[in-house]
T-cell receptor
Framework: ETGVTQSPTHLIKTRGQQVTLRCSSQ?????VSWYQQALGQGPQFIFQ???????GRGNFPPRFSGLQFPNYSSELNVNALELDDSALYLC????????????FGSGTRLTVV | DQQVKQNSPSLSVQEGRISILNCDYT??????FLWYKKYPAEGPTFLIS?????DKNEDGRFTVFLNKSAKHLSLHIVPSQPGDSAVYFC????????????FGKGMKLTVNP
């Protein structure tokens, strides 16, 4: 059973650029949630995708968007990057939106300069 | 507005002693609580959870206590081991089947041999 994998592990972007982060869900999971963890903070919920549809969104601006594919992998896209977007981005997968078995990946460290 | 609060940023204990990690919450709609452990360069891993219909849940060396009237929960680790050294996050889920997790800022536990 493979876990949740995220790519890339580290990324440096310039303010104003766009970035795409990727997440492969754990085998058998159909739900993917994305979180942003700023330095010294806990993870903050960005949004969740269930069977390719957005299923809830946190307090993030529209320049944060996502996608889920038929194989349940997911992408997080951030447009017009700002310095405050620098953070660890975590992806978690689960089965049928449930919290049981909610499994996190190791994250993508994004630095915006 | 921090809905889940972990007011102590760090805790240091001796191996074999008890570690007590505290968490307070403000939102009475939370009805499911979880603790996660996070090592550097890894994603959070699930430790133990508790539903609001219970006041205690135990799993091996880990016990979580919930005091709904005080909106307070605690994680007890006994006996503490050096491998328990990590950052611990308290998380809560709102009522209504939402799978969004609201995290505290985390607490760094150090267990000294």
């Amino acid at each position: 059973e493979t876990g949740v994998t995220q790519s890339p592990t580290h990324l440096i972007k310039t303010r104003g650029q766009q970035v795409t982060l990727r997440c492969s869900s754990q085998s058998g999971h159909n739900t993917v949630s994305w979180y942003q963890q700023a330095l010294g903070q806990g993870p903050q919920f960005i949004f969740q995708y269930y069977r390719e549809e957005e299923n809830g969104r946190g307090n993030f601006p529209p320049r944060f968007s996502g996608l889920q594919f038929p194989n349940y992998s997911s992408e997080l896209n951030v447009n017009a990057l700002e310095l405050d977007d620098s953070a660890l981005y975590l992806c978690a997968s689960s089965q049928d939106r449930g919290l049981s078995g909610y499994t996190f990946g190791s994250g993508t460290r994004l630095t915006v300069v | 507005d921090q809905q889940v609060k972990q007011n102590s940023p760090s805790l240091s204990v001796q191996e074999g002693r008890i570690s007590i990690l505290n968490c307070d919450y403000t939102n009475s709609m939370f009805d499911y609580f979880l603790w996660y452990k996070k090592y550097p360069a890894e994603g959070p891993t699930f430790l133990i959870s508790i539903s609001s219909i219970k006041d205690k849940n135990e799993d091996g060396r880990f016990t979580v206590f919930l005091n709904k009237s005080a909106k307070h929960l605690s994680l007890h680790i006994v006996p503490s081991q050096p491998g328990d050294s990590a950052v611990y996050f308290c998380a809560a889920s709102p009522q209504g089947g939402s799978e969004k997790l609201v995290f505290g800022k985390g607490m760094k536990l150090t267990v000294n041999p």
